[in-house]
T-cell receptor, first 110, second 109 residues
Framework: DSGVTQTPKHLITATGQRVTLRCSPR?????VYWYQQSLDQGLQFLIQ???????AKGNILERFSAQQFPDLHSELNLSSLELGDSALYFC?????????FGPGTRLTVL | EDQVTQSPEALRLQEGESSSLNCSYT??????LFWYRQDPGKGPEFLFT???AGEEKEKERLKATLTKKESFLHITAPKPEDSATYLC??????????FGAGTRLTVKP
């Protein structure tokens, strides 16, 4: 158990819908990272927040957005969902460079 | 563009048969190179961070090394429980993280 929690574990929705994924980092970790993992793309870095501020941006689509709240938990919002957005979404947290990953949210878009 | 290439894609070993996994990278300003282990359906598990060429780190049967262009993950006398996908990632100066596709390791008893 990494200490990072993600909810929900599974999410099934329809194209065009909007969903919110939630991540609680390990106690004391200020950074939160979001990743998307699909079979054909591998693990893709989406975005990093540090103590509430956006620090780095990867391959995040404009339909996706994230934020980190004062209690350091983070949410990833995915809108106008497409079939290709079906994937595992991981959150990771870190105090320095060592990232600890959560168990992931499996998103299925039908 | 930052890029990470891992080889081989898959590796099958007999228990006790040592081998190495390769991670070749190009990055604009390396902040760190990371190795992770991932079991099916689970999140990656951190193994090592390497920061500069010549650096080496060890943990149980695993040893990671780094040069200016590549990193190796050496597995000595592997056991079946070492079976997993091993991921390499680089973090660039702008904090962008780039992962390789992974090496799927199977260790047979």
């Amino acid at each position: 158990d990494s200490g990072v929690t993600q909810t929900p574990k599974h999410l099934i929705t329809a194209t065009g819908q909007r969903v919110t994924l939630r991540c609680s980092p390990r106690s004391g970790d200020l950074s939160v990272y979001w990743y998307q993992q699909s079979l054909d793309q591998g693990l893709q870095f989406l975005i990093q927040y540090y103590n509430g501020e956006e620090r780095a941006k990867g391959n995040i689509l404009e339909r996706f957005s994230a934020q980190q709240f004062p209690d350091l938990h983070s949410e990833l919002n995915l809108s106008s969902l497409e079939l290709g957005d079906s994937a595992l979404y991981f959150c990771a947290s870190s105090f320095d460079n060592e990232q600890f990953f959560g168990p992931g949210t499996r998103l299925t878009v039908l | 563009e930052d890029q990470v290439t891992q080889s081989p894609e898959a590796l099958r070993l007999q228990e006790g048969e040592s081998s190495s996994l390769n991670c070749s990278y190009t990055v604009s300003g390396l902040r760190g190179l990371f190795w992770y282990r991932q079991d099916p359906g689970k999140g990656p598990e951190f193994l090592f961070t390497l920061y500069s060429a010549g650096e080496e780190k060890e943990k149980e049967r695993l040893k990671a090394t780094l040069t200016k262009k590549e990193s190796f993950l050496h597995i000595t006398a592997p056991k079946p429980e070492d079976s997993a996908t091993y991921l390499c990632a680089v973090q660039a100066r702008n904090n962008d993280m780039r992962f390789g596709a992974g090496t799927r390791l199977t260790v047979k008893p």
